[in-house]
């Protein structure tokens, strides 16, 4: 295996409201399902054999839609799925403030042993994805792999891989977004972040 594409899911309604999804079912919303299909489209002209996929919805129909265009099935692994944020998922970062001040405040001054009560701590998060990437990098066939996930478990596992990689600081993944990771010289290259060739960005 030689590249691998990390893909963030595509839009939900939840994303519009700044909602927390955590493990939430949340379906993709017209513009998801847009965004996936136009992504597909794209994915048509490369080179790719295997998509590996979280198994949440928003994730999976994104990771379906891809594979329905070039006749690949999808494998479901809930290591990709996005953060276990417990108690505070489905709520905005302002809800959250107002109804869970204590926890919001420890969760963000112990960034990564911090258990978000009935979920998980950002480094039980890391150490899931990077225990799906291990297992990728094991199993997986063909010269080019996709992964479709989630922002926060995505943004993670980079932190891993490149740890203290100034282009990390401040790096959004917009939905349906692209980040190329390529094994030369052996060791992993972060190659493209956050690429949207298939979708117009707003200006």
């Known amino acids: 295996m030689q590249r691998v594409i990390l893909i963030r899911h595509g839009e939900t309604d939840w ?10 079912v949340v379906p993709l919303n017209k513009t998801g399902l847009a965004q996936a299909q136009a992504l597909a489209t794209h994915l048509q002209a490369r080179p790719v054999m295997e998509i590996h996929s979280s198994d949440l919805s928003r994730a999976w129909d994104t990771a379906s839609i891809i594979g329905k265009a070039l006749g690949i099935d999808p494998h479901p692994d809930p290591r990709w799925r996005e953060f276990s944020l ?3 998922q489905g709520l905005t ?7 869970y001040p204590v926890e919001y405040a420890q969760f963000e001054r112990d960034k990564w042993n911090y258990t978000v009560p009935n979920g998980e701590s950002r480094r039980d998060l890391q150490n899931r994805a990077f225990s799906a990437w291990q297992s990728l990098l094991e199993q997986a066939t063909g010269d ?3 992964v ?3 922002g926060g478990t995505l943004r993670l596992l980079l932190e891993r891989l490149f740890k203290n990689d100034p282009r990390l600081d ?3 993944l917009p939905n349906t977004s692209m980040t190329t990771l390529e094994y030369t010289n052996q060791s992993w290259q972060m190659t493209e972040a956050a690429a949207m060739p298939h979708w117009p960005q707003e200006s």
């Open 86 to 88: 417990g108690i505070f």
């Open 144 to 146: 080019e792999v996709l």
């Open 93 to 99: 970062r302002d809800e959250i403030h107002v109804k």
């Open 170 to 172: 401040g790096l959004h």
């Open 15 to 24: 994303n519009i409201q700044r909602r927390w999804q955590g493990q939430a």
């Open 148 to 150: 479709v996930s989630h």
